[in-house]
């Protein structure tokens, strides 16, 4: 039996679920808009359910009045219809540094809770006013896996990573000034983190973080069944 469909224009690779425990997620950027709805109705043919990442306003509402019932939401840039029929153990806590850094954040956030996992959202946290991260201290620690958005030096990840046992999923920001080069430094800055056991995404790849994330939840659960 043939683990991809053939689309003419992609192989859609229906036997990804199967493989790793969520469908295959689509890639909306540089796609058009027939090519995106047709993928995405063959992902609901096969598994209920279907993600869209990277969709400009244009695209996302488009498309969201040719599939019923499929939601856009303009400020991660997902389009998402279905839900998990499986709930993973745990949550996830999504941090960010600051208000700029939320549409990857959400990227994270919207993406997990489709991969069925629950997630805390703790926003506008970031190091220049330490006070606001260290209120959420505790309810940072309750959380299963954490996931800290930043950009600017990225100094977030660092300090969280010294807060807690549990696994650190960084992801730098393209959001700073120009020493900040489009995100690469506080990628260098997270990748050199003194706090160990921080792994560290691609610039503004919020979509990796909850998938790493995710993965883990589902291996917890796996564990237990």
């Not at 991260?133 to 030096?153: C, F, N, P, T």
């Not at 056991?197 to 564990?223: C, H, P, R, W």
Request: hydrophobic content about 45%.
């Amino acid at each position: 039996m043939s683990t991809f469909e053939d689309l003419g224009f992609c192989k859609l690779d229906v036997g990804r679920e199967e493989r790793t425990g969520f469908p295959e997620v689509v890639f909306g950027a540089g796609k058009t808009v027939e090519q995106i709805e047709a993928i995405v109705r063959r992902l609901i043919a096969h598994h209920g359910r279907a993600l869209v990442t990277r969709l400009s306003p244009e695209k996302g509402d488009r498309l969201a009045l040719l599939i019923p019932e499929a939601v856009f939401h303009e400020e991660s840039g997902l389009l998402q219809y279905g839900e998990a029929a499986v709930q993973l153990p745990g949550h996830i806590a999504v941090l960010c540094g600051g208000t700029s850094d939320i549409p990857v954040a959400e990227e994270a956030a919207r993406t997990a809770e489709w991969m069925g996992c629950r997630v805390q959202r703790i926003y506008d946290v970031g190091v220049a006013g330490i006070d606001r991260l260290l209120a959420y201290r505790d309810d940072i620690r309750k959380a299963h896996v954490v996931i800290v958005v930043a950009g600017m030096e990225g100094a977030l990840a660092s300090v969280v990573g010294g807060m807690v046992r549990r696994p650190v999923v960084a992801v730098p920001t393209s959001v700073g000034y120009g020493a900040h080069m489009q995100g690469v430094t506080p990628m260098l800055a997270m990748m050199t983190s003194c706090a160990t056991g921080v792994a560290v995404m691609n610039i503004d790849n919020g979509f990796g973080a909850a998938s790493y994330a995710s993965t883990i939840l589902q291996l917890v659960k796996e564990a237990n069944d």
